[in-house]
């Protein structure tokens, strides 16, 4: 019966699909016509809206990037003015050193319009002459000095070139004899004028006279013809000590790059210029050295009120000039104020027209996002209704084959009733038969209900077993526990009345120690307190006062030792620096002689190579020969002939003397075993090296020097021949 009224619903169910594919196929139809309808108005509104949004966003766009343009140019602008800010405080701050340093040195001409002495030496110098007076009777005669002092110029002009070419001889005094130099030494001790220059010169020489061939062959003056002193020791001392018979006096920079330079002038031996700049030229190399503008200049002025007054000037033009420039800074800084404004504006503007353009490229993104999802879901719906039809389709097919099913499975259903009734009838049966073995199973229950009642007997006489023979020794060991906990605690209270735990415990090695052991270490310790008693006399407070002390005075010699250590290492840098330099030095100076030696080598074509060994100090020369084919074959100078070897040790020796600086030089014998060539080469070679020099040279030789032409710098002088 059931099988018989699910097969009528599932007619019923086909029918109703049926209609709503029906139903869904009219809505279908219906929808794609209001769908056709909609569209184009729908796209025509959305496109008009994407175009408007457009052109936003590009007029956004040019007037953020006009803003960025001017926000760049004006930040430029205000670098500029910034930097120039800096540079006008710079020249302000230089100008005021330099005021600084007119005031310092008018205070110091004034100074000196009251005492003329401590323009050369300082405060010190009037002391000095006090105490001087007070040990005149030691000295064999007066001291002269200082020597600035003594001396008057031709002209104000050459003042601050004179003080550069002296210097300290300015300050210096002189004295006759050692045994002076030394009073005067102790007398400046007196007055705490440590770094005094003395000089010894004999007092009885008369003013030097110095031919003309000595002089600079220039027309420009030197510093002995424009200075005067009354004194003829103070003259003879600058020219043995200052060379200012050979320093010239320019006017000027270019004049004296001539005259230092280009002229090759004999005896000259600097050039200074009126603003105090120094040249000299030592062989090839050509020097100028500025003039220092901390040099307190002016001290042999006669018109200190000129010079004063020049000074005064100069500060004033600065002071001006430094008015004008605060006027300039003053509005640079209203410039960068009123463009910082305007660049805070500017910006304010370009991020409010930035976001401008970031809202509607937002909307205009929205706005293609919105008319893509109403295609989509337009699509959507007609597609959702479709799969729906397809749906009810599919169900109804389904439902036809559930109604097959139904009809087989009524069929089946018929079949297996009358399967059922044959069965029935053969359970019966088979009831019968399994009654008899029932019976069986009874007797087994009662075996089981037995061993259950012995199984309970034997567990009640363990029972009594664990109350007798168990319970009681337990009980009586906890009660043993307990009194012996009791009796550690009274234990541990009377020795925490003789020492706390924690002074214990901070002995150490008492941790798991036993009674006896305990015993025995207290027993130890008090013999070792008994003995430490009897060997220190003193008391407890006594001892820690003596342990302070000590530890005080180990303290202070740690910290002595620290401060040791750091200037140990302060010096120990210091050498090490000093090392470098001297090992850098040392490369330079082998160098330097070996190109040196090489030059004077190249002139009969020889190359050579100079091995120094600092290490060692040892030094060997190595040449090649110009008949080497190889040029790769060097040769020890204890294998040359004698000529080589003598031009070689010329060379050597040249290059020695190129590399320092000597009033005067001498060589003997300095051509012997040389052929006629070489013998040549090596006197050209050595006059060349003389005259190019500039210093006083003396050869000595047994052989021909006729090939040697004299002239102004050139002398020879030849020697009769000894008589037999």
Known sequence: MDLEKEHARGRQTLNKMNARVVQL?????????????????EVSQVEDSIRELQQEINSAHLNATRLSEKEKKSSEELRAIIKNIGDIGKEIEEDGRRINQLRSQIDDIRRRQQNKLTAFGGDRVPSLYKSVERHMSKFKCPPIGPIGYHLQLASD????????????????????CHKDSLVLRECAKEVNYRNLQIIIYDFTKPRVDIPDHLLPSTPHPTVLSVIHSEIPTILNVLVDQGH??????VRDDETGKSVAFDQRIRNLKEVYTSDGCKMFCRGSVQTILPANRNWRAGRLCTSLEEKITEMEQEATEIKQINSERLDRKRKLFADRDSIDLELRQLKRKREDEELHVERKKAQLVDTKKISIDNSHAAAVDTSELVVEMMQVKEDIENQELVVQKINLKLTDALQEENNRRASYKDFIESVHAEMGSISDAERELQLVEEKIHDAEQEKAHYERVMETKVLGPITATESELTRLQQLHQEYFEKASTICAESEVEALGGVEGSTLEQLSARIKKLKQKF?????RYT???????????KKGQKILRKQQMYSGFRDKLNACQKALDLRWKKFQRNAGLLKRQLTWLFNEHLGKKGISGHINVDYKNEVLSV??????DASRDTIRDTRGLSGGERSFSTLCFTLSLHGMAEAPFRAMDEFDVFMDAVSRKISLDTLVDFAVAQGSQWIFITPHDISMVKAGDRIKKQQMAAPRG
């Not at 601050?160 to 006759?176: C, H, M, N, Q």
């Not at 200012?244 to 006096?249: D, P, W, Y």
């Not at 003193?538 to 302070?548: F, G």
């Not at 190595?622 to 008949?627: F, I, S, V």
């Open 25 to 41: 196929e009219e809505q279908v139809h219906e929808f794609e016509l209001q769908h056709m309808q909609q569209t184009q108005a």
């Open 157 to 176: 002009s050459w003042s601050v070139a004179i003080e550069y070419a002296l210097g300290r001889l300015l300050d210096a005094f002189i004295v006759s």
């Open 244 to 249: 200012a018979e050979r320093q010239v006096l």
């Open 530 to 534: 008994q003995q430490e008693s009897r």
């Open 538 to 548: 003193e008391t407890i407070d006594d001892l820690r006062a003596l342990h302070d």
């Open 622 to 627: 190595e040449l090649t020969m110009p008949q």
